[in-house]
């Protein structure tokens, strides 16, 4: 966790936090500082070519786009969303709904989800939150249905 928050600090000529914070962390667990520093740099060296396929379509402008008025792509697409807490979490165990969002970006998601064919959630997700996963502005609503759609997304 620590070489993962370290790695977003800035660094000098490629050597940084990142690096001192793995050499620390596997140095303290009996890992040694020269494995440390080596998934370190791996990391930081791996990083950028995983990251490259993406910002070529990113650049190429070839991935999908659709808003909420717009006519639907001729080729199917995934789009994941999900919030995380700062520490990582995706819930609690406290058994009651974790609100990660505000009140612009739960409007943002609506105006996402009025764009969307069907939603999937995880049965957990429905065991425990039992969430409508309906479009809730009637403006979006109504945008579906003269577009020809049911007005919210299939589930």
Do not use: K
Not at 11 to 26: H, S, T
Not at 34 to 43: D, N
Not at 113 to 128: N, S, Y
């Amino acid at each position: 966790m620590l070489v993962l928050l370290a790695s977003a600090l800035p660094n000098i000529a490629g050597w940084g936090p990142r690096e001192g914070a793995a050499a620390w962390v596997f140095g303290a667990a009996g890992l040694g500082v020269a494995t440390g520093v080596t998934v370190a740099t791996l990391y930081g060296v791996l990083s950028p070519v995983a990251a490259a396929p993406g910002a070529l379509l990113l650049g190429l402008d070839v991935l999908p786009r659709r808003g909420a008025g717009e006519q639907p792509v001729t080729r199917p697409y995934v789009l994941l969303s999900c919030s995380l807490s700062l520490d990582g979490y995706l819930d609690n165990a406290a058994g009651h709904r974790l609100v990660l969002s505000n009140a612009a970006d739960l409007d943002r998601v609506d105006d996402v989800r009025a764009g969307c064919d069907a939603i999937l959630v995880g049965a957990g997700t429905v065991r425990a939150d039992d969430p409508r996963l309906v479009v809730r502005s009637p403006e979006r609503r109504s945008r579906r249905l003269a577009r020809g759609l049911d007005p919210t997304p299939s589930r």
